[in-house]
């Protein structure tokens, strides 16, 4: 099976600009989990989307987004960048069924604003 | 917030040598994971406890969990150069059935060869 592909890996962005990250999850997941990793806060839940619906979402601005497609594609955006989003942004997929079980990790984004 | 502390934050060992990092969290739990990362990159999945488990192996590690206490310890026995990597323990903390993990802040182990 393939694994957790992110992309792109690396992104530079000015403050302001806004920007998209891809993941696609492994075949016949269904749960896709966004997380953000700073040096400062370490790792971060944004949100988790299961068969297109947001099922849950952290503690982060209106400015960070997501949506999830009918293929269990996930894109997550944020807009109007600041300085402090500069982060390595992780995505995880999982069967998404029942209690939470083993999540599989993309490579990650490293998201660098300047 | 972060759900657990991992301590220590650093470890630093040689090759062969024992590494115990422990983690804790703070409310009810379905279920513990670890998880290792190498330097900047994803994070790889190492092993599972449930919450009505004390103990379970795989390979060198060694996971023990006392939900009594709300910890949890991961111990890699005859440690290698390739152990060196940053750990986390995540806890899934919602009741219910959803994806989400709370992270640890995570332990960075250096293994010298």
Redesign the interface.
Same mark, same amino acid.
């Given at each position: 099976k393939a694994g957790?592909t992110q992309t792109p890996r690396y992104l530079i962005k000015t403050r302001g600009q806004q920007v998209t990250l891809s993941c696609s999850p492994i075949s016949g997941h269904r %749960?896709? %989990?966004w997380?953000q990793q700073t040096p400062g806060q370490?790792?971060q839940?944004l949100f988790?989307y299961?068969s297109e619906t947001q099922? @849950?979402k #952290? @503690?982060f601005p209106g400015r960070f987004s997501g949506r999830q497609f009918s293929n269990s594609r996930s894109e997550m955006n944020v807009s109007t960048l600041e300085l402090g989003d500069s982060a390595?942004y992780?995505c995880?997929s999982?069967p #998404? +069924? #029942?209690?939470?079980?083993?999540?599989?990790?993309? +490579? #990650?984004t490293?998201l660098t604003v300047v | 917030s972060q759900q657990g502390e991992e301590d220590p934050q650093a470890l630093s060992i040689q090759e062969g040598e024992n590494a115990t990092m422990n983690c804790s969290y703070k409310t009810s739990i379905n279920n513990l994971q670890w998880y290792r990362q190498n330097s900047g990159r994803g994070l790889v999945h190492l092993i599972l406890i449930r919450s009505n488990e004390r103990e379970k192996h795989s390979g060198r590690l060694r996971v023990t969990l006392d939900t009594s206490k709300k910890s949890s310890s991961l111990l890699i026995t005859a440690s290698r150069a390739a152990d060196t990597a940053s750990y986390f323990c995540a806890t899934d903390a919602v009741p219910g059935n959803t994806g989400k993990l709370i992270f640890g802040q995570g332990t960075t182990l250096q293994v010298k060869p």
């Open positions: 957790v %749960s896709v %989990s997380y370490g790792l839940f988790e299961f099922r @849950n #952290g @503690n390595l992780l995880a999982s #998404g +069924q #029942g209690v939470a079980t083993e999540a599989f990790f993309g +490579q #990650g490293r | -």
